[in-house]
Structure formats: C-alpha cells, structure tokens
C-alpha cells in the first residue's frame, strides 16, 4: 500500500532571513525534512512550482488542497510561501505543520500559531539533525489525531471543509508520480542527446497545461545537450506566466545568445534588470552577451568596436559580483576580461583576492559544484600557479555535468593564453590544462 503524501511548501536556493543570515533550503530540506517525513512513514512532495517564480498553477493547488499532510518552512517570510499556506489553511483543518529557523522572527499574524524551531550552522545548513529530524517526525505523526491547527477552522464554528473525494486524491498520486516518472526520464536523456528530450515533450504537449516544474526540467534538458533553438521554442509554447518568470527569461537569453541572437538577449537581460535589479545571474549572463560580441568583432578586425564591447562586458561581470560577493562566477569573468585588455585593467589586482575567498568560502562549506572548480582553475592560470591549475583542474574534470560548462572554461583558458602569447607572456602549462579541458567537452 503506498504510503501518503506530505507536501512541502518552502523558498529553494539560498535565501537571507531578516537578519541577513543565508538560509540553505535546498540543505533544509534534503537533510532534514524529507527524512524526517519518511521517518513519519510518509512520502515526501516538494512544491517544484516555487523556483518559477510563484506562479500557482492548477497542479500546485492540487498538491496543496488533496496532500494529506503538509510541513510549511515559514522562515524569511517569503510571500509564495505564506500564500500557499493560507490556501492550504481554508482547506484542511488538519495535518499542516509549520517550522522556522531559529533567530528570525514570525510575522504577526502566524506568531501565536505552534511552530517548530529548527537550528543553523554557520553555513545556513541544519544542524542538531539527532534532535530536529525525529521532534519534526513526532509532530507529523501527532498530526493523525486530526486536531485543528487551521486558525480558520479553530476561531469559525461550524465552518466545514470541502470534500475532498478519495477518487480524486489517487488520481492526484498518479500525477505526481507521472510527474516523477518524466523527471527521471529526462535525467537519463540528457545523456543521449536531443531526440529523447523531444519524444518527451512531445508526451507533454500542450506544454501550457503542464506542470510547471516539469516543463522547467525539460527546458534545462535542451540546455543541456545545447539545443539552443529548442529551448527558444519551448518557451513560445509554455503558458504565459511561466514563460515570463525570471528564470525563463535568463535561460531565454542565454539561448538566444548561443544560438547567434545576442542583441535580442541584451534586450530581454537589460529590461530584466530595469524591472527586477541586477542580479549575479542576470548580470553574469549580459556579460557573456557582451563577451561573445567582443570576440565577434576582434574576428572581423573593428578593433574599435571591440573595446567598447570588451568594457561592456567587464561591467556587466563587475555589477553582478557587486550584487553578490558569494557568487564567484561573475567575479572570475571580470578579472578575466581585465587580464585581456591592452594594457590589462589594474583593478583586477583589486579584485582577485574577493574572488578567490569568495570560491574558497564556497568550497569550504562543503557543497562545491563545476563552476567552483573551474573558478579555481581560472584564478590559477591568472597567478600563473602550475600546481594549484593543475589540482583545480583535475576537480573540475571529475565535477563536469554538462559539455557547455567545460566549454565555456576551455575558451576562457584559450583567451587567456592568447592575450599572453600577444604580449611575449606565454606560461607553457597552461595549454596542456586548456588542451585537458577541451578532450571532457569532445567526450
């Protein structure tokens, strides 16, 4: 008999609470809550739609309405998350249980409601996991005695809840599994090229009416093959909201960028920012917009053209690690674009040593991805540290997920070296590395 259903309604990423402290709700909730609720014997449902920017969706108001049990993650008082709740609230008088991180502060309105406090490390990750996973457990299960926790069913006699037919919640189970299902078969796709993606999506047509989350699982699919133009034309196909969130219009132009359209992507970027404010993300992506039109124009000889662009994108990398000092990426293409100017931008000795705690700090907390490895190589190669390009580079081989991130490394390294070779500062070793990384993108 398969077991129920607990929804988890919670922020994704890294998130700062009132106080500044980073909350990892990605680390919260795989360390902490998904155990805790099996440990409940129930099967854990994350709210995908979430990372689209909060747009409610008919499966997201299935999930909230039809899952038996819910675990609400109230810190930082994100707005999604405090509206899902209140749909959840007017429609189960039960089994919806709430938490916060310790040091921030509920709002007014959910303050007296029972809350379980759950402790951080330095890092934003949970800690004293021996006590907060089997007290959440406890309160999921105390949650079968079916005791009101809605403030809507406790304060309004004789309101009653919808009925909810059972007919209805397993088709729901068979939703979310087929959802399931299609992520998995997607993750083995993306292995073997576009053709498997499009049968898949092919299943999901029309893509407006599916579920989002999968739908953003199969646009970062043909991202991840570089089917650039499939990706553009997904987007036409999804439904408005989605298409016009935050995360869609940055992958947008990154695709329209790859695929030889980078005014229309500059476009999409700058009014991004003008509406929302520069982000890492969005910045770093309008830098390699830049970037590649640099390039374009140093190979039909307009110098001229190419140093207004190169100082474009510099710009565009230095406002978005200024936005955000964590995020490394930006930060390692703008001392990049530095070293290759003529002369080199001194500012890049400024910058170097941030860069490098930032990757290191992100290291250290002991999460590190491609991108922190490969920043690690870059700043090596700028040093001219044999060794410590050569280590960096033996991580990053092991971390490669997708060819276009070893791609991208490759031509950073190339360009590098080129700028060298023109100024009579070739590092002999450094080729190797490139050479090293270019053999992972051919495989």
């Not at 998350?81 to 007017?90: D, N, P």
Request: overall charge negative; proline content about 6%.
């Amino acid at each position: 008999m398969p077991r129920e259903l607990c929804f988890v309604l919670m922020p994704f990423g890294k998130k700062p609470d009132a106080s500044g402290t980073l909350v990892d709700f990605d680390a919260v909730y795989h360390e902490m809550i998904a155990p805790a609720i099996k440990q409940a014997d129930l099967d854990p449902v994350r709210a995908d739609e979430e990372m689209t920017g909060g747009i409610i969706h008919k499966p997201m108001f299935e999930r909230l309405m039809l899952c038996p049990y819910a675990v609400a993650d109230l810190s930082t008082a994100n707005a999604n998350v405090f509206y899902e709740l209140g749909v959840r609230h007017a429609v189960r008088p039960f089994s919806t249980v709430l938490i916060f991180a310790e040091g921030g502060r509920l709002p007014f309105d959910v303050a007296p409601l029972r809350a379980l406090p759950y402790q951080l490390s330095p890092s934003g990750t949970p800690s004293d996991l021996a006590t907060t996973q089997p007290a959440l457990a406890a309160r999921l299960k105390e949650a079968r005695k079916n005791a009101a926790d809605s403030p809507v069913f406790q304060l309004i006699d004789g309101i009653k809840p919808p009925d909810i037919s059972h007919i209805k919640t397993d088709v729901f189970r068979d939703r979310v599994q087929y959802s399931e299902d299609v992520k998995e078969r997607l993750r083995a796709a993306r292995t073997q090229g576009a053709d498997p993606i499009h049968a898949i999506e092919r299943e999901l047509t029309p893509i407006a009416d599916a579920e989002s989350g999968v739908v953003i699982d199969l646009f970062l699919s043909y991202r991840a093959v570089k089917a650039w133009d499939d990706m553009i034309l997904l987007v036409e196909k999804m439904s408005a909201p989605l298409a016009a969130t935050v995360v869609v219009q940055e992958q947008l132009a990154l695709a329209l960028n790859r695929a030889g359209r980078g005014e229309v992507a500059e476009t999409i970027l700058v009014d991004l920012i003008g509406r929302r404010g520069p982000s890492s993300e969005t910045c770093g992506i309008l830098g390699r917009v830049y970037k590649d039109r640099w390039e374009a124009a140093l190979k039909k000889g307009d110098a001229l053209l190419a140093r207004g662009l190169l100082e474009k994108a510099i710009a565009a990398y230095l406002r978005g690690f200024e936005t955000d000092w964590r995020d490394a990426y930006p930060g390692i293409n703008a001392v990049t674009l530095m070293e290759l100017r003529e002369p080199p931008d001194p500012r890049r000795e400024q910058i170097l040593p941030v860069v490098t705690y930032s990757v290191g700090r992100r290291i250290a907390a002991g999460k590190p991805d491609y991108w922190d490895y490969a920043t690690l190589v870059e700043l090596a190669v700028l040093a001219k540290d044999e060794q410590r390009a050569t280590d960096g580079a033996a991580d990053a081989l092991a971390a490669v997920r997708e060819g276009w991130e070893a791609e991208t490394t490759a031509r950073n390294l190339r360009l590098i070296r080129e700028a060298r070779d023109r100024r009579h500062e070739a590092v002999p070793w450094a080729k190797q590395i490139e050479e090293a990384i270019e053999n992972r993108v051919n495989k």
